[in-house]
């Protein structure tokens, strides 16, 4: 992983930065040959006019045929330059320079034919040299003639020579410094995905590793983030799971135990026949314990994976938590304690599903029941605040201390530490309400202190 992410980075960015530079080297050159021509070119037809100048004061006169070619000879050493002058008013006889070549006679008649014509490079056997031939037509239509100029291109080339150099040693350079600064970048940007895929090897191998700090906050950062993030995701996951397997061994045990100990009992003979009868019936109710365990394991179960959907109603909140209280009293068999219901205003509703809702009631009432003393006080109180429904569930009961109550909605927690099944209930049924209560968009709070009754809050979106 490491020499791959590396390697694969380092050798990319070689190959784009010598592409790059190769290619602004060529550009660079071949901008630069094309720029000394046309200076080239420029400056002999520059010389050109100036030969011109020198020919029409010859023509008026001004200066004899000696003059002239003296004039020409130091304008050629000057510029560097062979001059060829053809005069029409000589019937096209060389002024200035005899022996035209070849080659050079098809530049001339082009040239006498009023063409201007420009070569870059031109093979001169004379002077054993390409040069830079420019021809300039002059005269009349009666009389034509033609100026032609040549300048060896060694020197163009001598002076590209020194610009190709500089050029290349600078790409060079540049090359080195680029190498050693892509090697660099390579190796900060492969860095922490080669540790993020090696302590993604650790957590899968199952060992415990940090959070890692210290990112940019760039995609790489991000990445970091999502990975910190899914890292104690799974952390927390594992812990749960853990907690969930010892919570569901611990309540399955115990009547599971008490089951075979009661069979056991009557198999071996140990229970009288007339003791068998109490003891089937506590076998009976440790089963529909087991039963109700079950039941609540696969709702919350359904309820974490996002299976469950709710079926919502406009219900009538009064008939709902008059019915909630009514099936406790019937399955608990407690009468002993007040009920007291306030609803307003009386005809309040909400959109909801009936049959969730009134199970978060009767977990709710239930435990109101089960932890009120006899003669004690339960009441519901349900009231519109703007657009949300606040339901509160209130007891006289025992109450819960402090520092439990921020753990009582989290699977099989009891205040009870001895989960002595004589009270009743999974230890799931206020984690059940809490995500029941979610799914409808809502929240649930509870408050609480030692002896002074519970109070737990419902806040529903209308």
């Not at 890692?212 to 991000?222: F, L, T």
Request: with cysteine; glycine share 8%; aromatic share 6%.
């Amino acid at each position: 992983m490491k020499s791959g992410v590396f390697r694969r980075l380092l050798v990319t960015y070689i190959l784009i930065m010598t592409i790059i530079v190769g290619l602004l080297s060529v550009l660079m050159s071949q901008y630069l040959k094309v720029y000394f021509f046309n200076n080239k070119q420029k400056d002999l037809t520059n010389t050109g006019r100036q030969v011109e100048t020198q020919l029409i004061r010859y023509r008026r006169g001004d200066l004899t045929k000696e003059e002239l070619e003296k004039q020409i000879n130091v304008i050629g050493r000057v510029t560097n330059s062979r001059i060829i002058i053809v005069d029409g008013h000589n019937s096209g006889a060389a002024i200035a320079d005899t022996g035209l070549e070849d080659d050079l006679e098809t530049i001339l008649k082009r040239v006498l034919d009023g063409e201007k014509v420009i070569k870059r490079q031109q093979y001169a056997s004379e002077l054993n040299s390409y040069v830079v031939v420019v021809g300039i037509p002059t005269g009349s239509a009666e009389s034509k003639g033609a100026i032609l100029l040549f300048s060896p291109v060694y020197e163009v080339a001598q002076a590209l020579r020194k610009v190709y150099e500089v050029i290349w040693i600078t790409a060079a350079i540049a090359l080195v410094v680029g190498l050693i600064l892509v090697w660099i970048t390579s190796r900060r940007i492969s860095r922490p995905v080669i540790e993020l895929s090696r302590m993604a090897e650790q957590i899968a191998r199952g060992e415990a590793v940090p959070d890692v700090h210290g990112m940019a906050d760039d995609e790489i950062g991000q990445l970091t983030r999502s990975f910190n993030y899914m890292k104690n995701r799974l952390a927390e996951t594992d812990r749960m799971r853990k907690e969930f397997i010892a919570g569901v061994s611990h309540e399955l045990r115990t009547p599971l135990s008490s089951v075979r100990g009661f069979i056991q009992g009557i198999l071996d003979g140990v229970i009288c026949d007339d003791d068998q009868e109490k003891y089937l019936r506590l076998a009976f109710e440790e089963t529909n314990r087991l039963t109700r365990l079950t039941n609540d394991l696969l709702d919350l179960t359904k309820l974490e994976a996002g299976v469950i959907k709710l079926n919502k109603k406009e219900i009538q909140l009064r008939k709902l938590i008059d019915d909630s209280i009514l099936t406790i009293r019937r399955s608990s068999g407690k009468e002993g304690f007040t009920s007291i219901v306030t609803v307003t205003p009386e005809n309040l509703s909400l959109k909801a599903d009936p049959d969730r809702l009134k199970q978060v009631l009767i977990n709710l009432l239930s435990n109101a029941s089960r932890y009120t003393p006899d003669n004690g006080k339960i009441e519901v109180e349900a009231k519109l605040y703007g657009s949300e429904v606040k339901i509160l569930v209130k007891d006289s009961g025992i109450g819960i201390p402090d520092a439990e109550l921020s753990f009582i909605f989290e699977k099989f927690y009891r205040v009870d530490k001895s989960r002595d099944s004589s009270a009743g209930g999974s230890g799931l049924g206020l984690s059940i309400v809490k995500n029941l209560i979610e799914l409808h968009g809502g929240s649930i709070t509870a408050r609480s202190s030692a002896g002074n009754g519970t109070v737990f809050e419902i806040i529903l979106p209308q």
